[in-house]
């Protein structure tokens, strides 16, 4: 696999993860998902989930295993949030190695095949997940409320640079 195909994700989500159904892992034939969390499930500057992520944690988890694994150093939030989920998490991931992701996965005692890297960026959670040979899921960014205007440079800028290089990033 070149670097170039490591960039390209296995499905291009186009929405938030909330729309990630239980179908749509059933046709994929995942039965285990590993979650970024900043701007994937909550929005950079947030410390609790929403009643709708709660919601969405409870639907998926009859049908999949999940865990957290974030390249936030921060004890305190990350704990905070996987304990409102009642999820196990791995900090400090330092994502796109894969050493962390490979810890998940194995706590999961499911085959990589199996199991979904789901992130909202290509450079990180994507080229991991790739990396692993996991089936990678590329979501949007979750907006921060706390921010009048969505802005994501970084992603923005893997993107573009990405559509230059060739991968597709159209939708389901």
């Not at 989500?13 to 285990?32: A, F």
């Not at 400090?92 to 194995?106: D, F, N, Q, W, Y």
């Not at 979750?142 to 290089?165: G, K, Y």
Request: aromatic content about 4%; cysteine-free; glycine content about 6%.
């Amino acid at each position: 696999m070149s670097w170039l195909s490591n960039l390209q994700p296995d499905l291009v989500l186009g929405e938030s993860i909330l729309n990630l159904t239980p179908d749509i892992l059933h046709r994929k034939q995942l039965k285990g998902l590993v979650l970024d969390v900043d701007q994937t499930l909550v929005p950079m500057t947030t410390r609790a989930v929403s009643g709708e992520l709660k919601q969405w944690v409870e639907e998926i988890r009859t049908v999949a295993a999940l865990w957290l694994v974030s390249n936030n150093l921060s004890e305190n939030r990350i704990g905070n949030i996987a304990n409102s989920l009642d999820l196990p998490y791995i900090l400090g991931a330092r994502k796109p190695s894969r050493r962390k992701l490979k810890r998940a996965v194995e706590a999961m005692g499911l085959p990589v095949e199996q199991v979904a890297m789901v992130g909202d960026r290509l450079f990180t959670d994507v080229l991991a997940g790739n990396r692993l040979g996991m089936f990678t899921i590329l979501v949007e960014p979750i907006p921060d409320p706390a921010l009048p205007v969505v802005l994501h440079p970084t992603r923005n800028l893997e993107v573009w640079l990405s559509q230059a290089l060739g991968v597709s990033l159209s939708g389901k």
